[in-house]
């Protein structure tokens, strides 16, 4: 420390200006009255410190703006003050590089270089400190003094040496100084406070930065604090557990996690898993026995192993090949459905043949509600003697509810196929995904796009579910899907399933439904077995055709349990019943009819066509009415039609109107007249090409004014030139002509093949016309003009009258 004694500051000249050399400093300040060490890089710097200490003068540091080396360096580049310096000692370090022990002496502000090689020099101004008023020296002391003895508290850096030394000096510089030298601010503020001349306002700033490192300091100690405690908590936690062990082993008892970590090893054992799946218990299990009993993550392993050894891996049921056996099962709880029978015995007698080289089908039950694919699943699972097991899939939106989440979330799970795999047992069930066309889809995912793998046989055989995280082999699973329409499944999704298509019901069929099964059912719900209840054949008639309106026979089965609840009522009351149920006998108990499915118009109309049109229920009429109206050729079009069928009627139009000549309509009905077709029940949603013929047969009717045979119905898409395209749901749409009682159907040729699915007794009430072109139908449903003559030529005619007589006569 001696050798800073031995060099004086530099004597101002007679313009108050000093001249000394200049080192650079990069994001650092030296205060005045304060020792501290400067690296001294082999550059310009260390010629100018060597030759500060063999002349014993002192040097001047200056802090350079842009911390990067400037070839040329101007005054603008360095900040405007600095800080005149004496050098003690220049050390080498063993890594080669320089350093200085250097002391501040006072504040100076830079004037101009004067030389820049070998070293730079400069001119500068040695700073006047503003002293500190005496009136408030003392306050602004002791709140720096004060705020800083916190801050050596809460900073083990700051010496008791230093705080011991800054709390009793008496000039303020020079406290302002030693504080802001301790202190780790910001280059930026060190800066600020070295060009503040002012002792009150530098203590001023000094005193703010101090606040704001005490909030800091603080935070830091509580976050320590905290870190410790639970360090401490951990810490004693161990030892109480470790002391537990020792005295459960002095006491023969065994440790409860140890015990817990044994049963899981044992779990492991016992569940025959595969290799793949086995080694990955065993790490698992290895990650649980180095955690202490109380860490969250014991319970996430826990169950993960949980699930790996609750699944079935190689359990499987023994099937039952006996093709006699299943005959009798799928016909004793199912009437009809006899290509689905047909499809199962068959996949049966190949397994028998086989063996485990057939791959599982992927079927797919296509239908009206209520017409047993769901139940039937069931019935394959006792045929085969499979367990049965069912997920319903309607409004599932997320993704991860098939796949799972991943294990990284809290609360995770697999997703709902392993879930239900897990419920099953075996690898081998009957697995039914139903109502597969009521998946949605959002920001979460798609869960169609899921299913891709899960029913694709070349994929399932390693399924990954994400919580899982190993694959899983559901190829030896019979997948079952239900849907009642075709539409939303994506194409890809589509393309694996083998679809078998369930029809509704006829009535005979719903007849004897409800006598093998549904009434048996509800007599032994109810109580009434033993009261030997029968229903004529009329009264099922009455129920079936007034109180439902369905492909299926769930709102049949609805309505007879409704006949045996006020029955069983009537019996609990101690009335009498009847022993026979009767047409008169069910409007008694039901009350008046839901429908009435009669004829709309029993006689011949003219714009009035019947059409045939498949719903979800199975089948049913549509009424079609076209007006001709006084106006510009507008067409209207009522009854909320669809996209599809509003191109439909257009075309219907422009093929009469490309006709006109061949039935003597005038052109100029086409541009005088609107034409308004609605469809009645405008609630109701309609679409679809195959109302062609029925639209171009009304519109015809209309402009001719012949009539349409009301004992007709008729369905088939129409083309420009005519042509008659075959359409789908022949079925449903044929037997809902029988239900409205009308006798002749219209049908495109090509679909005579999809007659064959219909009941004979249908067939026999019904009569078939086969059509090719739109010729044909009007041939058969349009009844010649009036002999009178159309009433718009009529009307036309005396308008061409009246405007004569007033040509001629110039009255009216």
Known sequence: MSDFFKVQNAVPDDNGLIERPIILLRGMVVFPHTVTPIDVPTSATLPAVQAALLKKQTLISVAQRNPVPLPELTLDDLYPVGTEMAVGHLMRLPDDRRNALVQGRRRVQLVEIVQKTPYLIARARPLIEIPLPDDTASGIMRTVIDRFRRAADLNPSISDDVLAYATNLQNPGILADLVASTLQLPFEERQRLIETADENKRLQQLA???????????????????????????????????????????????????????????????????????????????RLMLMPPMAPEVGMIRTYIDWLTGLPWVKISDDNLDIGHAQRVLDAEHYGLTKVKERILEYIAVRKLAGS??????????????????????????????????????????????????????????????????????????????????????????????????????????????????????????????????????????????????????????????????????????????????????????????????????????????????????????????????????????????????????????????????????????????????????????????????????????????????????????????????????????????????????????????????????TGEITLRGKVLPVGGIKEKVLAARRARIRNVILPTPNKKDLVDIPHEALRDLTFYYVDDMQQVIDLVLLPPPPEGRKRDAEREDDEKADESVETTGEP
């Open 357 to 714: 080289k057939m791959k599982s089908p992927i079927l797919c039950f296509v239908g009206p509600p209520g017409v047993g694919k769901t139940s039937l699943g069931k019935s394959i699972a006792k045929a085969l003697e499979r367990e049965f097991v069912r997920v319903s899939l309607g409004g599932v939106r997320d993704e991860a509810e098939i796949r799972g989440h991943r294990r990284t979330y809290i609360g995770a799970l697999p997703g709902r196929i392993i879930q239900t795999m897990r419920r099953a047992g075996t690898i081998n069930p009957v697995f039914v995904l139903d109502e597969i066309d009521k998946l949605g889809m959002d920001f979460r995912g798609d869960p169609a796009s899921a299913l891709l793998e899960v029913l694709d046989p070349e994929q399932n055989n390693a399924y990954s579910d994400h919580y899982l995280e190993v694959p899983y082999d559901l190829s030896n699973v019979l997948f079952i899907t239900t849907a009642n329409d075709l539409d939303p499944l994506p194409p890809a999704l589509l393309d694996r399933l083998e679809v078998i298509e369930f029809s509704g019901y006829t009535e005979e069929e719903k007849t004897e439904i409800a006598r093998q099964f549904l009434i048996p059912t509800q007599m032994e719900a109810h109580g009434l077995k033993e009261l030997k209840l029968a229903y004529t054949q009329s009264a099922l008639h009455e129920i079936i055709r007034e109180y439902t309106y369905e492909g299926g026979v769930r709102n049949l089965n609805r309505e007879i349990a409704n006949v045996s609840r006020k029955l069983a009522r009537r019996i609990a009351e101690g009335k009498s019943v009847p022993r026979r149920i009767t047409p008169a006998k069910v409007v008694e108990l039901l009350g008046p009819p839901l429908y009435t499915h009669q004829l709309v118009h029993t006689e011949d109309t003219v714009g009035l066509a019947t059409g045939l049109v498949w719903s979800y229920d199975g089948g049913d009429i549509a009424v079609i009415e076209v007006a001709i109206l006084p106006g510009k050729g507008g067409l209207t079009m009522t009854g909320q039609l669809g996209e599809v069928m509003q191109e439909s009627t257009q075309t219907a139009l422009s093929y009469v109107r490309s006709r006109a000549a061949d039935f003597d309509l005038p052109h100029d009905d086409f541009e005088n007249y609107d034409v308004h077709i609605h469809l009645p029940e405008g609630a109701v949603p309609k679409d679809g090409p195959s109302a062609g013929i029925t639209l171009a047969a009304a519109i015809l009717s209309a402009f001719t004014e012949g009539k349409l045979r009301s004992n007709f119905a008729m």
């Open 208 to 286: 703010t930065l101090l606040g704001q490192e005490l909030k800091v300091l603080e935070l830091k100690d509580e976050i320590n604090s905290q870190v410790q405690q639970e360090m401490d908590r951990s810490q004693r936690e161990v030892y109480l557990r470790e002391q537990m062990r020792v005295i459960q082993t002095e006491l023969g008892e065994q440790d409860f996690f140890q015990q817990e970590i044994n049963e899981v090893r044992e779990q492991i054992l016992a569940a025959s898993l595969p290799p793949e799946v086995n080694d990955k218990a065993i790490k698992e299990l290895s």
